[in-house]
């Protein structure tokens, strides 16, 4: 019976006008395209996202430091630093887990709570405001954190394609208004997968971007054609920038392998000395060297917000642009494209885009530090934000109708 019920009630909102349901508060959705830079825009092959953006709001976004994955995707949806919302890297370690080290590609540490709980994300908070929230990938959307996840969740496999993505919001709007997710998260991966691959000017890279723009497409049709009202607001993790095997520094040409542990490489170094040979590393690698310069962590540039982390390695390594740091064979050539610079670095900036009811239209703000997303996200929302480190800047630079 409880079937039949479900069954006739979609037939129901499916029947309704357009016109009626337009009259529901907007959903608010935040979509994250890993790794795309903001000039991508420029290429002439994102028709659908660049009608966006002159109806809404576009700007560069300054990630945090470092510009890696996991670490702003929490600074997104929590308005914190990787310093205090605790990832700190896409590998880190903590002195509580000693012999442990987090890392993406380990689902067993990935989907620990114990490396998630130093925040709350923006879907755990609107839960516990009553607003229902779905996620269709975002990274620590599938963990337990402090008890709670999303009310519709899925766990992440790349084998699960963006059109499969896009239908399964879609189908998450077709529900009655009293299941139907009001915060929603969409995530697409493959832009950044053929930077890393074949470089930021190949066509792989070109098709991919191409892709995502079609299924956002796609998304902006069926929320349409249901009459379904949305703020969205697009973003990315972090920009991408060319490297190749002529521009490395290698660390155990420094320093022996057996002091040290290589928490994290490649445009910046993560590194953790073995006990007893802390001076031994330090001496190593604290003089000048070309293209890269370490400091203790507490010594860092203030303006990188980092170091102050307990999970921040006791030393910290910057490539200089282009330039990556390894230890020993790496994992993967060091062709394509990569992240993790300098937040400072232009290359890194990440994109910044919002359009919808809430939103005005047709304006460009100059660079702004991401940490501010997670207030204007809440705000579409309608959720208290939590204490965070953003401003209320992109929050009144949106608002189409300013005080």
Aim: charged letters at 20%.
């Amino acid at each position: 019976m409880i079937r039949i019920a479900t069954f006739f009630a979609l037939l129901l909102v499916a029947a309704l006008p357009a016109q009626l349901r337009a009259q529901e508060r907007p959903v608010t959705l935040l979509i994250s395209i890993d790794g795309f830079r903001p000039d991508y825009l420029d290429r002439g092959i994102t028709p659908r996202l660049s009608k966006l953006k002159a109806e809404g709001v576009f700007a560069p976004m300054r990630p945090s430091f470092p510009t890696k994955t996991f670490p702003n995707h929490n600074t997104l949806v929590t308005g914190l630093r990787p310093d205090h919302h605790g990832i700190v890297g896409n590998s880190m370690i903590d002195p509580v887990r000693p012999g442990q080290m987090f890392s993406l590609g380990d689902p067993k540490q990935a989907l620990d709570p114990f490396w998630w709980e130093g925040a709350e994300p923006i879907w755990i908070t609107a839960e516990k405001q009553g607003v229902r929230t779905a996620t269709a990938f975002w990274p620590g959307s599938e963990v337990l954190i402090h008890g709670t996840r999303p009310r519709d969740w899925l766990r992440f496999d790349q084998n699960i394609g963006n059109a499969q993505r896009v239908n399964t919001v879609l189908d998450w709007m077709r529900r009655p208004a009293a299941i139907r997710p009001w915060l929603v998260t969409l995530y697409f991966d493959t832009v950044d997968t053929m930077g890393h691959r074949f470089g930021i000017d190949s066509a792989e890279v070109n098709a991919a971007i191409a892709d995502v723009d079609a299924r956002i497409g796609e998304l902006a049709d069926g929320l349409a054609e249901m009459g379904i009202a949305a703020n969205i607001v697009i973003v990315s993790d972090h920009g991408m920038a060319a490297q190749d095997e002529a521009r490395t520094i290698q660390l155990d040409m420094l320093i022996d392998r057996a002091s040290y542990v290589p928490v994290e490489t490649g445009p910046y170094a993560a590194i953790e000395p073995v006990t007893g040979t802390d001076n031994r590393v330090a001496d190593a690698l604290l003089k000048p060297h070309a293209h890269m310069s370490c400091q203790r962590k507490e010594d860092l540039p203030k303006r990188l917000h980092y170091g102050m982390n307990v999970r921040v390695a006791a030393i910290v390594c910057l490539a200089e642009p282009g330039w990556s740091i390894l230890s020993g064979i790496p994992m993967y050539p060091v062709t394509g494209a990569n992240h993790g610079w300098d937040n400072a670095w232009p290359e890194m900036n990440a994109l910044f885009l919002a359009t919808g009811p809430a939103i005005a239209q047709g304006k460009v703000l100059p660079i702004f530090d991401n940490v501010d997303v997670y207030a204007l996200v809440a705000s579409l929302a309608g959720v208290k934000p939590l204490a965070n480190d953003g401003t209320p800047h992109l929050v009144n630079d949106t608002n189409p109708h300013p005080k």
